[in-house]
């Protein structure tokens, strides 16, 4: 059984900086590309951010490009998610998801295998 868990949320104010982590275990983490999903208050589910299984790709939705980067370390089985200069717009859920199969693009969520229970950001103005 996969089980991944987030990390790192909280309550910031606008500007300021958050890392999320990701910690995955009973898989083969090495070889599942990874994504970052949303949950904004009375909103659907919101792709965030995408790694292949080495790295060597990553992918952003147009309104965290530049602030947010996406970054794994297969040794740790861990990916993370560092978020700079957030904005009250970035207050969600945030969950990790597993891809086993490497299936790209990776905005969709129904790509992904296994996902994380979340953890809240809350940026205040």
């Known amino acids: 059984q996969v089980h991944l868990v987030e990390s790192g949320g909280g309550l910031v104010q606008v500007g300021a900086s958050l890392r999320l982590s990701c910690a995955v275990s009973g898989g083969t983490f090495e070889r599942y590309n990874m994504g970052w999903f949303r949950r904004a208050p009375g909103k659907e589910r919101e792709f965030v951010a995408a790694i292949v299984w080495n790295g060597g790709i990553t992918y952003y939705t147009d309104s965290v490009k530049g602030r947010f980067t996406i970054s794994r370390d297969n040794a740790k089985n861990a990916v993370y998610l560092q978020m700079n200069i957030l904005k009250p717009e970035d207050t969600a859920v945030y969950y990790c998801?597993?891809?086993?199969?490497?299936?790209?693009?990776?905005?969709?969520?129904?790509?992904?295998?296994?996902w994380g229970q979340g953890t809240q950001v809350t940026v205040s103005s």
């Open positions: 998801a597993a891809d086993r199969a490497s299936r790209w693009p990776p905005r969709e969520a129904s790509i992904y295998d296994y």
